[in-house]
Antibody, heavy 119, light 107 residues
Framework: QVQLQESGPGLVKPSGTLSLTCAVSGGSVSSSNWWSWVRQPPGKGLEWIGEVYYSGNINYNPSLKSRVTISLDKSKNQLSLNLSSVTAADTAVYYC????????????WGQGTMVTVSS | EIVLTQSPVTLSLSPGERATLSCRASQSVSNYLAWYQQRPGQAPRLLIYDASTRATGIPARFSGSGSGTDFTLTISSLEPEDFAVYYCQQRSNWPPVTFGGGTKVEF
């Protein structure tokens, strides 16, 4: 079955750029699904960051749009997240997730990766 | 942006009891409403989509209802593994996709 695995630095300095990748196994990013990033600050709820469709269409959360870039690498079967100008408020567990077009729901999630913003 | 308000924030129940969780949307989301369960240290797990359809492998004790702006997740008889945090989510009018603040079901 499809599995997602996030990876990237666990510590990022303030004002720097957070960069994560999500490797997709057991399936293809070229399938008709939206591939998303969702984050969860410690002890808090879930926040949608943005999504990319297999065709290349991209949507971002307006609250983060000026700082976020999401992309798809079909050759590596993975998606990426870049978040610039980070502050302590960006400290969170970052998840990648698949959103099915037919259900509008996130049916598959990665295990998540904790990113701390600190000097 | 559609705001999802979940209530109660915390629900204190015992195994075997019935749990009723609410999610209210600031405007209609039709039936494009999903529910997730999150246990400590784990990623969310999809329980219900399209307001009332159980996801693959989800036990029948979980049921969803509602449409428009008012939705309910019911757990008919709580099992020990059901004590967790539950989130609702909409993608009817996006971006952004939005989540509710969560309801913690505790023993």
């Amino acid at each position: 079955q499809v599995q997602l695995q996030e990876s990237g630095p666990g510590l990022v300095k303030p004002s720097g750029t957070l960069s994560l990748t999500c490797a997709v196994s057991g399936g293809s990013v070229s399938s008709s699904n939206w591939w998303s990033w969702v984050r969860q600050p410690p002890g808090k709820g879930l926040e949608w960051i943005g999504e990319v469709y297999y065709s290349g269409n991209i949507n971002y959360n307006p609250s983060l749009k000026s700082r976020v870039t999401i992309s798809l690498d079909k050759s590596k079967n993975q998606l990426s997240l870049n978040l610039s100008s980070v502050t302590a408020a960006d400290t969170a567990v970052y998840y990648c997730a698949r959103l099915q077009v037919v259900t509008y729901a996130f049916d598959i999630w990665g295990q998540g990766t904790m990113v701390t913003v600190s000097s | 942006e559609i705001v999802l308000t979940q209530s109660p924030v915390t629900l204190s129940l015992s195994p075997g009891e019935r749990a009723t969780l609410s999610c209210r949307a600031s405007q209609s989301v039709s039936n494009y409403l999903a529910w997730y369960q999150q246990r400590p240290g784990q990623a969310p797990r999809l329980l219900i989509y399209d307001a009332s359809t159980r996801a693959t492998g989800i036990p029948a004790r979980f049921s969803g209802s509602g449409s428009g702006t008012d939705f309910t997740l019911t757990i008919s008889s709580l099992e020990p593994e059901d004590f967790a945090v539950y989130y609702c989510q909409q993608r009817s009018n996006w971006p952004p996709v939005t989540f509710g603040g969560g309801t913690k079901v505790e023993f």
